[in-house]
C-alpha cells in the first residue's frame, strides 16, 4: 500500500530527486521547503513518514521534530533525519530516541541503503 511522505529539505534538488525515488515506489510524496513550512501543511496534510534535512536555514530539522512532537497527533509520525554529518556515539543515540526518529539516512544518498531504510520504516 503506498505511503504518504513527505520530504523536507531547503535544497530543491535534493527534495527533486527524493521525490522522484519515492513515487517510483509508489508512494505519494508531500514538499516542504523549511521546517516552518513542514509545520504549516501538517495542519492540513498527515504523513506517514517525514524524511527531514538536519541542517536547514531559520528553522533546523532538530527544532522542526521538536515541534512536530509537541503536538498529541503527531507524535507517532516516523521521522527519518537526512544529513550530511557522519552521527555516532551514544549521544546521538540519545538524541535519536529522545525525539523518536525512526532512523537516519546520510547525504550523498546511497539509493539502494535509502530505499531498505524507507521500506524497513513503512514495514513493507
Known amino acids: 500500500m503506498p505511503s504518504k511522505i513527505m520530504v523536507v ?6 527534495r527533486e530527486s527524493i521525490k522522484m525515488l519515492l513515487e517510483q515506489l509508489g508512494h505519494e510524496v ?14 492540513s496534510q498527515r504523513p506517514d513518514l ?4 538536519f541542517f536547514m536555514p531559520q528553522m533546523s530539522g532538530r527544532e522542526t521534530i521538536e515541534k512536530i512532537r509537541e503536538t498529541e497527533s503527531y507524535k507517532d509520525i516516523k521521522i527519518i533525519f537526512l544529513t550530511v554529518a557522519e552521527f555516532q556515539g551514544v549521544d546521538f543515540e540519545e538524541e535519536m530516541k529522545s525525539l523518536n526518529i525512526s532512523e537516519y539516512i546520510q547525504k550523498p544518498l546511497d539509493t539502494d541503503q535509502f530505499i531498505e531504510k524507507i521500506n524497513n520504516i513503512l514495514g513493507e
Open 30 to 43: 508531500i514538499l516542504a521547503a523549511s521546517g516552518m513550512e513542514c509545520l504549516d501543511m501538517l495542519t
Open 50 to 53: 517525514i524524511i527531514t534535512d
Open 9 to 14: 529539505d531547503d535544497e530543491e534538488d535534493i
